[in-house]
T-cell receptor
Framework: DTAVSQTPKYLVTQMGNDKSIKCEQNLGHDTMYWYKQDSKKFLKIMFSYNNKELIINETVPNRFSPKSPDKAHLNLHINSLELGDSAVYFC????????????????FGPGTRLLVL | DAKTTQPNSMESNEEEPVHLPCNHSTISGTDYIHWYRQLPSQGPEYVIHGLTSNVNNRMASLAIAEDRKSSTLILHRATLRDAAVYYCILSKLIFGTGTRLQVFP
């Protein structure tokens, strides 16, 4: 039973293309996240959604658009892919935030390795 | 935002205890201290978290300084499977570069 799953696991594409990464969690969590981990292994939060509503957007280019069709899914669509978008993207989920503070444990997916050529 | 500082790397022998330090001198009074670890080619995995008191679970122990400006993750008996990057983060979801733990047989 996979708690947080992502598809695809690997994604190789050309510069300028548009691609999507899907994330699903079966933990019943209300809050979901997208992180980017670059080649230096620095893990940085991109977005957070709570019950389908955007609550964090960390100065990510407009080419990145998260979409949450329901609280179990948070997909990431990327337009006009650039070389610098090559990274590993992790989805995560947690219980609802308590008073706006992030003290809840996050559960991460296995990651999607994106390579832009 | 409060940040954390960790050593880049540490080494241990198998079955020895490991103490992984983390400094968070600008921590706020309500920030929780979380530890995650990331095994090679996997997503981060929750290890332990705490607020003020020391915490124990089946994976590790967390010792929090009285002034909360530092904490230490304790692996009581390191195994080869504990080789990973260990991240100490506060409640603001900011991951640093972590500590790469190498465990030798």
């Amino acid at each position: 039973d996979t708690a947080v799953s992502q598809t695809p696991k690997y994604l190789v594409t050309q510069m300028g293309n548009d691609k999507s990464i899907k994330c699903e969690q079966n933990l019943g969590h209300d809050t979901m996240y997208w992180y980017k981990q670059d080649s230096k292994k620095f893990l940085k939060i991109m977005f957070s959604y709570n019950n389908k509503e955007l609550i964090i957007n960390e100065t990510v280019p407009n080419r990145f658009s998260p979409k949450s069709p329901d609280k179990a899914h948070l997909n990431l669509h990327i337009n006009s892919l650039e070389l610098g978008d090559s990274a590993v993207y992790f989805c995560a989920s947690s219980l609802p935030l308590a008073g706006g503070r992030y003290e809840e444990t996050q559960y991460f997916g296995p990651g999607t390795r994106l390579l832009v050529l | 935002d409060a940040k954390t500082t960790q050593p880049n790397s540490m080494e241990s022998n198998e079955e020895e205890p490991v103490h992984l330090p983390c400094n968070h001198s600008t921590i706020s009074g309500t920030d929780y201290i979380h530890w995650y670890r990331q095994l090679p080619s996997q997503g981060p995995e929750y290890v332990i978290h705490g607020l003020t008191s020391n915490v124990n679970n089946r994976m590790a122990s967390l010792a929090i300084a009285e002034d909360r400006k530092s904490s230490t993750l304790i692996l009581h008996r390191a195994t080869l499977r504990d080789a990973a990057v260990y991240y100490c983060i506060l409640s603001k979801l900011i991951f640093g570069t972590g500590t790469r733990l190498q465990v030798f047989p």
